[in-house]
């Protein structure tokens, strides 16, 4: 998804609009739709090991926090360029400029509607065909608003994957490699001056498909992330996804529903449980349902790891240590 930065580069293309428009667009920061875990992480020692569940909680924020900031901020300065630059015309409040034909000479043109409101702001990005003329020869590539109270704001925006693949000189060079498809609706409250802060992020029938590496990988999502953070730093983040889960041999090509709850304190010390789950009968897990749950401490380690039988069995020693060390209850996963 960090192919995607080339589709806001607008810039040049509104070089030959007029300039000292005066206008001042509200937009989306990227600390907004930033996803921030604890990074109490100590040097390691001895047979000190970091969980699985841990790993890919911050691996998944990782390339969320890639994509979607990616995003925000190039759609940032393309509105803070539009904001200097004279609309191709008006309708109402609303200030519309393009189509403007893709300058890097891709079949694309652009179109954006920027509406400034009593609150904030209202966008909205148009793709089309290189020779399109009008908004109504294009689609509708991402739409979004922000909303300002004092210390308080909230927005989101909609991105729609098939019209990525629609025009699909947006992935960059390597674009037969891989198939988008679905919609994905991000939103965001967050106080500015505690940081308290919940995202979420709706994937409706969200497919991304790799081809041509060693081996195709399809990952499907129709569930959301929600990610919360309080005001000393403690948080929580659920995910849930769909996808062929072979790294240890306990699962084929079948797809199955990979879920994650995590919650934390200020100080980093962590609690997750996690399952794989055949879904509908669909899935080819070697023993059926799989359930792990891991502790650790503000060091980033783990104090406990357990995992359900038999395929603790076929891994002995996997789990270790002791419920009682964990200092996240088990009921702060409850809701997520």
Known sequence: MTRFAPLFALSAALATGCFFTDEDTPFIEADDVRLELPESIAAREGGQVRGALHIGVESTADHVNRWVTVLVEHCARVIAYLDDVQPNE??????????????????LAWLVRVETIEDGSNYEIYVGGRDAETQAEMALLLAGDLHKDDTKRSGGFKMDF???EKHPE?????????????????SFERDVETEEKRIDLDFQAVRFEYLGYLDDDVFYSDDKYSYTRDAEGGGSFDLTLYGEWDDYGWSGPEREKASVQAAWDGDGNG??????????????????DLFLD????????LTWRSLNEPYA????????GDPKSCVIPASALDGL
């Open 90 to 107: 008006r309708d109402g409040d609303t200030r519309i400029y393009g189509p403007y034909a893709d300058t890097e000479g891709r079949d």
């Open 162 to 164: 098939d019209v990525v």
């Open 170 to 186: 947006m992935k960059g060079p390597d674009a037969d490699m891989s198939v988008l498809g679905g919609l994905v609706a991000v």
């Open 271 to 288: 609690r997750a449980r996690g399952s794989i789950l055949e879904v509908e009968g669909v899935g080819d897990l070697k023993h059926g």
């Open 294 to 301: 891991e502790c650790q401490g503000s060091d980033g380690f």
């Open 313 to 320: 069995l076929e891994a002995p020693g996997y789990g270790f």
